[in-house]
C-alpha cells in the first residue's frame, strides 16, 4: 500500500512596505482550503524575517505578495538568503503587480511561478500541489 505524498507546508508573506494584502490573504485561505498548510506571515516582513521563519516552519515553499514595484530587488533578496543558508530546496513563488518585461528574469533567478491580479485560485493551488521538497 503506497501512501500519496501530502502537498509541501508554504509560508506566505508580505515583504516590503506595501500594506495591501487581500489578495495575499485569498491565496492563503484557497491553498488552506484545498488541505494545503499555510503559515501567514502578516505585513511588512523583510526577507530576512521570512527566510527564517521559513526555515523555523520547515516549509516546502514560500509564496510572496509585492505590489509595491519591489520585486526585483525582494524576491531575488529572499532566493540569495535562502541560498546562503543551504536552504534554497524551498521552492519560490509569488505574485502582485509585476511587468510582463521582469517575470523571465524573475523566473531565471529561480521564481517558480508569478501570478498577477485575476489569477484564478485554482491555478496557484494546481501549482502548489505540484510542488514536492
Known sequence: MTVAAQPVRVLIGKVG???HDRGIKLVARALRDAGIEVIYTGLHQTPEQVVDTAIQEDVGAIGLSVLSGAHNHLF???LDLLKEKGADDIAVFGGGI???DDVA???ARGI???YGPGTPMTE???FVKTLRR
Do not use: E, S
Request: cysteine-free.
Open 17 to 19: 512596505l506595501d500594506g
Open 76 to 78: 531575488p533578496r529572499v
Open 98 to 100: 509585476i511587468p510582463d
Open 105 to 107: 528574469a524573475l523566473k
Open 112 to 114: 517558480r511561478g508569478l
Open 124 to 126: 496557484i493551488v494546481r
